[in-house]
């Protein structure tokens, strides 16, 4: 009898309810769950599926190897070129070089804030640092294009003096582009590589500590491997910004195809879709499909081989 009133009582006085109804909310959260993931996971085969069926058409009308290591690109000529290979190295030195760069500083900002700055000034140093992640690309396209261009552009009128081969690009070129492109990735890098060393147990660093270890020490042979994998996807997501920005490198980079020089007007590839997408029709089009379906599969194997590398170095590290 009262074991009854005891069970009755536990029942009343539960804050997370009875055993029947905590069965019920954990099967409705077992199945919104499982709805998002296949949501995520549709969404993902959706996009792929999409970017195959609009891309592959013009390789077969246009061929691979034109499209893909053809230097020309006149799609309104006469006689019309749909060459990308100076597009696709625009894009792949233009993020290797930003990626170069912004991760260092980011991640040496990451660990100034989380380990190293006073609280009073880290109070001050990541709001900012939030502030710059909410600023439109448009604006970083604005600053760069009235700041940086014309700095850019009175450093090539030195370096070019009295050359009569340049041509001179007003200051819109790569290095604009890679050092708006740097600027715009710090915020994700710096906010999630913060946050990943903040979750690194603390009782790591206390025997490092006890053991003799200084502060440095710590954090480079302690902290920073035990955060290597959040670090890795801040890398990862400012990898992804960097490779699909649009707005604000078209404003700074001159959106002309050539070869990937410091001091050239150059075309990256979401530029390229951007610039031309808006009036392109027939093949035209669908070359810009592909090139979106090379920007696709450019992104999916960056994220395959940080994911190798990083898994990688979790088995060594076991």
């Not at 959260?29 to 969404?43: G, N």
């Not at 009782?203 to 890795?232: E, R």
């Amino acid at each position: 009898m009262k074991q009854d009133i005891s069970k009755k009582t536990v029942e009343k006085t539960s804050i997370i309810g009875t055993h029947k109804s905590k069965t019920a909310v954990e099967k409705t959260a077992h199945v919104i769950f499982t709805a998002c993931a296949f949501a995520a996971v549709l969404a993902v085969a959706s996009i792929t599926l999409y970017m195959i069926i609009s891309g592959v058409p013009a390789v077969f009308e246009v061929g691979l190897k034109e499209i893909l290591f053809s230097t020309t690109w006149k799609p309104a000529a006469a006689d019309p070129s749909y060459g990308i290979l100076y597009v696709i190295l625009t894009s792949i030195v233009g993020t290797a070089l930003a990626i170069l760069i912004g991760v260092p500083i980011g991640v040496g900002t990451a660990i100034f804030l989380a380990e190293v700055a006073p609280k009073p000034l880290v109070k001050i140093v990541q709001p900012a640092v939030e502030l710059l992640a909410g600023i439109p690309s448009v604006i970083y396209g604005l600053l760069g294009l009235l700041i940086l261009n014309p700095l850019m552009y009175k450093l090539e009128l030195h370096i070019f003096k009295g050359s009569t081969t340049h041509q001179f690009t007003g200051g819109a070129n790569l290095i604009s582009a890679i050092l708006v492109l740097a600027i715009m990735i710090l915020p994700t890098v710096i906010n999630i590589s913060t946050s990943a060393i903040k979750a690194v147990p603390g009782h790591l660093k206390s025997a490092s500590l006890a053991v003799g270890a200084t502060k440095m020490q710590t954090i480079f042979k302690v902290i920073l491997p035990a955060a290597k994998s959040g670090i890795v996807t801040a890398i990862v997501l400012g990898i992804g910004r960097a490779i699909g920005e649009a707005m604000a490198i078209s404003l700074v980079s001159g959106n002309s195809v050539n070869i990937p020089l410091p001091f050239n007007a150059v075309r990256f590839l979401t530029t390229a879709i951007v610039s031309e997408m808006s009036y392109a029709a027939d093949t035209h089009k669908r070359v810009l499909f592909t090139i979106g379906l090379v920007l696709f599969a450019f992104i999916m194997c960056i994220n395959y081989v940080l994911n190798k590398i990083l898994k990688g170095g979790e088995k060594d590290g076991k």
